[in-house]
Structure formats: structure tokens, C-alpha cells
């Protein structure tokens, strides 16, 4: 109890629940990938995946868990910076503070939305339903149709916005986040900090890249059913 109301124990509590997190979306990318193989890709991907059956439901209640926690501790962690340093606007006492180090609560709680949105999209399929896995008639191999679904989804050009704006997010929170990690666990000192920057910075790049690409490559009609 005492560890979780220190501000060290929350930051603790912060950082391994948001490496928690940057590991999945590493392992998303991944599997997202597979739409560059086509319908043998991704369809065969989703479909081992939930052919898993409960494993799946345990994967997704802890991770939901360890959002909701991230989250929780997130908001908390601003309101108490917030209420310590009155006027913090107007005095900057962060060290090599930044615009995405200053916007973490807007980014994440953006972040939040589209995984709200992204959820009732492609998991739930909501809020596209015409364009969804199980409206779709099953592939050649009796798979849910998940890449026509993503392909589909993609082609409108409203929805790639929303993918690639959400991605900018990502990769503001993602680069500042990870180095917060690497300084909560002292793995850094004074001199390698620009160290730690670039690397965080990299990490980052890397997932905007890797997830904008797919969107802009089925917009360009380069991936197509
Ligand atoms: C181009 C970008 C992305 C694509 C194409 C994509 C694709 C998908 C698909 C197809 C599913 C449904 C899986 C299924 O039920 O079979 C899914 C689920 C999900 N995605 Fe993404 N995703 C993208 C970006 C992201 C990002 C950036 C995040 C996190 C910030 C994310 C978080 C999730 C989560 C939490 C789920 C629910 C997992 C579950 O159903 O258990 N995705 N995604």
C-alpha cells in the first residue's frame, strides 16, 4: 500500500505497465504485418490467434488490466505534478522538457480514444459493420476475412486519417515514455541522456513508420484485395 501511494512506487507502477504496453503494440506490428503477404498472411494470423479460444480472453483481461492501471496511475501522476507546482506553465523546471514530454496526459488519453475506436472497429465490428470479418463471407480456406476487412477499411480515406493521426500520438507518447522508463529503473546518468533520447526517439520512429505504412500503402492502392 505504502509503495503504491509513493510517488517513486507510482512511477514504478508507470513504468513497467507501459513497457508492458510498448511490448504488445511490438508484437502487433508484428502480426499486423502480415497484411503485406495478403489474405494467406493475415487471415492465417488471426485465425491461430483466436483459435487460442480462453487463453485469448485471459491475454486480453490482463491486458486490460495493466491499461486501466496505466491510465489510473497516469492521470493521477499529472494531477499531483500539477497541484505541486502551481504556475508550472509559466516556470519550465523539467530537465529537457519538451513538447512531447509536456503533452503525455493529451496523447495518452487520446490514445485512449482510438483504442476505444480502433476496438469497436476491428475487434467488435461496430462501427463499420458493411466492412467487418463477420459480415464478409469467409476466404478460400474458410478463414474470416480479416484482410479484406483491414484492406476495405483502409481504402476510406476517413479512416486511414483517424489511423495516422492516432499514430502521431503514439509515437509522441512512445518517445517520451520510453525514456521515462529507462530513468524511473536509473539506467541513465547525466551523460547519457541524449543516448537514451535517440534510442527512445528511435523506438518511436520505428512504430510510426511500421503502423502508418500500412494504411498509406492500401490508400496508394499498393496493397489491395
Ligand atoms: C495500422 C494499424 C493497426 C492495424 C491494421 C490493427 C489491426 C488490428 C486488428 C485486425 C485487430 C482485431 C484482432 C482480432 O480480433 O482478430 C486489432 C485489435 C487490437 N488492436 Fe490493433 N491495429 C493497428 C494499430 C493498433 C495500435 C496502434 C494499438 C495500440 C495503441 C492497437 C491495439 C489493439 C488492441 C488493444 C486490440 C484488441 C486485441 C484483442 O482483440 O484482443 N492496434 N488490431
Not at 6 to 20: E, Y
Not at 43 to 51: G, P
Not at 125 to 139: K, Q, W
Amino acid at each position: 500500500m505504502q509503495f503504491i501511494q509513493s510517488t517513486v512506487g507510482r512511477k514504478i507502477i508507470m513504468a513497467v505497465t507501459g513497457l508492458i504496453l510498448i511490448s504488445f503494440i511490438c508484437v502487433h506490428l508484428l502480426g499486423n504485418s502480415s497484411v503485406f503477404f495478403g489474405a494467406d498472411g493475415i487471415n492465417a494470423y488471426a485465425k491461430h490467434l483466436h483459435d487460442l479460444g480462453p487463453l485469448v480472453w485471459v491475454f486480453r483481461l490482463i491486458m486490460l488490466a495493466v491499461f486501466g492501471i496505466h491510465i489510473i496511475f497516469g492521470i493521477q501522476l499529472t494531477l499531483e505534478n500539477r497541484a505541486a507546482t502551481p504556475g508550472s506553465y509559466a516556470v519550465k523546471k523539467m530537465a529537457r522538457a519538451n513538447f512531447a514530454s509536456e503533452t503525455m496526459i493529451v496523447s495518452g488519453l487520446l490514445l485512449l480514444v482510438f483504442v476505444a475506436y480502433h476496438i469497436l472497429h476491428f475487434t467488435m465490428h461496430v462501427t463499420n459493420p458493411e466492412i467487418s470479418a463477420s459480415h464478409l463471407p469467409v476466404d478460400a480456406l474458410n478463414r474470416p476475412d480479416v484482410f479484406s476487412m483491414v484492406v476495405l477499411s483502409f481504402q476510406k480515406f476517413i479512416i486511414s486519417l483517424i489511423y495516422v493521426a492516432a499514430m502521431v500520438f503514439l509515437f509522441l507518447h512512445v518517445s517520451h515514455g520510453f525514456q521515462s522508463f529507462i530513468q524511473t529503473f536509473g539506467f541513465n546518468n547525466g551523460s547519457s541522456l541524449p543516448v537514451v533520447e535517440k534510442v527512445s526517439k528511435g523506438v518511436a520512429l520505428v512504430l510510426l513508420f511500421g503502423y502508418i505504412s500500412i494504411p498509406i500503402l492500401i490508400i496508394a492502392g499498393i496493397v489491395k484485395i
